[in-house]
């Protein structure tokens, strides 16, 4: 159904241009100092990052005169102007600086030194976000993944479900689809709880925040890599189906109703515990343009309820898949924006070395860095090759295999 299509590709064109309303507002700041803040922000960070890397190994002294630095030769570049905007921020960061270079002279664990830097951090990214902006890119790349999430992994779950429902229409009966909704019912409240009990753990983890989240996000990275390989997928799912089949058949043949509403459970929850592990992840990676992820979220929801409705409710064929192709794309290539942040989360920390490119790459804002996982280091940038060479050759592959198969279908057809 082309017209299915054509709305799904609208949606994706208005998070394209939705945040461009407000990039002029963030880019072009009325009061903006003469001293270039984003480059003095970014200064300070690459020196927590080194001065985490020497206290992690030992050298308390580097450690103390790196995070002086950053003060000193940096933070106060901005302070003047920054004390005329909030000068309680001001003071706010000056604390944080001083409590980070105390906790590292009385030679502190390495997890209260890291939290302390971290609280810098944060300082820094606000006073970053407030005289230069998010930009309209970073706010885009957050929409669309929030968009491309929910509606893939939903896609493959009413896929999955249409299929079931299809077996017992066509087993006379029909009547008994209502356990299979009870039960999809049952998943949604699931996984939001599994998003909410996932985010408390984060909360609460006695363990650095960079360190956590680069666990979660090789953990993500692993499942999407995982889910967006073709080959393996498409087998998968098939397997997937033939599975759920056969459960209905076995659940109508005992007349339990709770075998249904089971069945109804997991189609949907195997997809939905994915879903809350991926957004938990892009939750952290989008610090500054929260709004645009929850945008790009309902969104999702909104046309994978439309799609779900042409699937369920009437004869029409949709381009499933064409609409895969997209949301797969962009998954692979959010993928590799985790793998990225992952590696950059653990250089944050200390726990790995970062060779910087700068002079070689260009530095992206600190907004669009943090949402693409592109940093210009040797660490970071060797991960995302590494994960997209994956998936380039995984393409090149099936594209092999599907060229040596047509030769075979193309006579079965003719032997007919």
Same mark, same amino acid.
């Given at each position: 159904?082309?017209?299915?299509?054509?709305?799904?590709?609208?949606?994706?064109?208005?998070?394209?241009?939705?945040?461009?309303?407000?990039?002029?507002?963030?880019?072009?700041?009325?009061?903006?100092?003469?001293?270039?803040?984003?480059?003095?922000? +970014?200064?300070?960070?690459?020196?927590?990052? +080194?001065?985490?890397?020497?206290?992690?190994?030992?050298?308390?002294?580097?450690?103390?005169?790196?995070? !002086?630095?950053?003060?000193?030769?940096?933070?106060?570049? @901005?302070?003047?102007?920054?004390?005329?905007?909030?000068?309680?921020?001001?003071?706010?960061?000056?604390?944080?600086?001083?409590?980070?270079?105390?906790?590292?002279? +009385?030679?502190?664990?390495?997890?209260?030194?890291?939290?302390?830097?971290?609280?810098? !951090?944060?300082?820094?990214?606000?006073?970053?976000?407030?005289?230069?902006?998010?930009?309209?890119?970073?706010?885009?790349?957050?929409?669309?993944?929030?968009?491309?999430? *929910?509606?893939?992994?939903?896609?493959?779950?009413?896929?999955?479900?249409?299929?079931?429902?299809?077996?017992?229409?066509?087993?006379?009966?029909?009547?008994?689809?209502?356990?299979?909704?009870?039960?999809?019912?049952?998943?949604?409240?699931?996984?939001?709880?599994?998003?909410? @009990?996932?985010? #408390?753990?984060?909360? *609460?983890?006695?363990?650095?925040?960079?360190?956590?989240?680069?666990?979660?996000?090789?953990?993500?990275?692993?499942?999407?890599?995982?889910?967006?390989?073709?080959?393996? !997928?498409?087998?998968?799912?098939?397997?997937?189906?033939?599975?759920? $089949?056969?459960?209905?058949?076995?659940?109508?043949?005992?007349?339990?109703?709770?075998?249904?509403?089971?069945?109804?459970?997991?189609?949907?929850? $195997?997809?939905?515990?994915?879903?809350?592990?991926? #957004?938990?992840?892009?939750?952290?990676?989008?610090?500054?343009?929260?709004?645009?992820?929850?945008?790009?979220?309902?969104?999702?929801?909104?046309?994978?309820?439309?799609?779900?409705?042409?699937?369920?409710?009437?004869?029409?064929?949709?381009?499933?898949?064409?609409?895969?192709?997209?949301?797969?794309?962009? @998954?692979?290539?959010?993928?590799?924006?985790?793998?990225?942040?992952?590696?950059?989360?653990?250089?944050?920390?200390?726990?790995?070395?970062?060779?910087?490119?700068?002079?070689?790459?260009?530095?992206?804002?600190?907004?669009?860095? +943090?949402?693409?996982?592109?940093?210009?280091?040797?660490?970071? *940038?060797?991960?995302?090759?590494?994960?997209?060479?994956? #998936?380039?050759?995984?393409?090149?592959?099936?594209?092999?295999?599907?060229?040596?198969?047509?030769?075979?279908?193309?006579?079965?057809?003719?032997?007919?």
């Amino acid at each position: 159904m082309r017209k299915g299509f054509l709305a799904f590709l609208f949606i994706l064109a208005v998070l394209l241009i939705m945040p461009a309303w407000t990039a002029h507002a963030d880019g072009n700041n009325p009061s903006a100092p003469a001293v270039n803040v984003a480059v003095e922000a +970014q200064s300070i960070r690459d020196l927590l990052q +080194q001065a985490m890397r020497a206290y992690r190994l030992g050298d308390y002294t580097a450690a103390f005169k790196l995070s !002086r630095s950053a003060y000193l030769d940096h933070f106060e570049n @901005i302070e003047i102007p920054l004390r005329a905007m909030d000068g309680d921020l001001t003071l706010d960061i000056e604390y944080r600086f001083a409590d980070l270079r105390t906790k590292m002279q +009385q030679g502190a664990p390495a997890a209260q030194v890291e939290e302390s830097a971290r609280r810098v !951090r944060d300082g820094v990214d606000e006073v970053d976000a407030m005289f230069t902006g998010t930009g309209a890119l970073a706010p885009t790349l957050a929409a669309l993944s929030g968009f491309s999430v *929910i509606f893939r992994e939903g896609l493959e779950a009413v896929l999955v479900l249409a299929a079931v429902l299809g077996y017992l229409r066509a087993s006379q009966s029909r009547a008994l689809g209502r356990y299979i909704f009870y039960g999809v019912g049952l998943a949604i409240v699931a996984s939001a709880f599994s998003w909410l @009990i996932v985010h #408390y753990v984060v909360s *609460i983890t006695p363990v650095a925040r960079e360190l956590l989240e680069a666990i979660i996000s090789l953990v993500a990275v692993a499942v999407l890599l995982w889910v967006n390989v073709w080959l393996i !997928r498409r087998m998968d799912q098939k397997r997937w189906m033939e599975f759920m $089949r056969a459960r209905a058949w076995s659940a109508m043949a005992s007349g339990s109703a709770l075998g249904l509403v089971v069945l109804g459970f997991s189609a949907v929850y $195997r997809e939905g515990l994915e879903t809350a592990l991926f #957004y938990e992840v892009l939750a952290l990676m989008s610090a500054q343009v929260e709004i645009y992820l929850l945008l790009g979220f309902l969104a999702g929801v909104a046309a994978l309820l439309g799609v779900t409705w042409v699937i369920l409710k009437t004869s029409h064929r949709l381009p499933v898949q064409r609409f895969f192709q997209v949301t797969v794309s962009l @998954i692979m290539l959010l993928s590799v924006a985790f793998a990225g942040g992952a590696v950059h989360s653990l250089q944050e920390s200390g726990f790995i070395g970062a060779t910087s490119l700068i002079g070689y790459l260009p530095r992206l804002p600190n907004a669009l860095a +943090q949402f693409t996982g592109f940093h210009p280091t040797v660490e970071t *940038i060797a991960a995302q090759f590494l994960l997209a060479s994956v #998936y380039v050759v995984g393409w090149v592959v099936l594209q092999l295999r599907q060229r040596r198969m047509q030769p075979v279908a193309s006579q079965r057809v003719a032997s007919v």
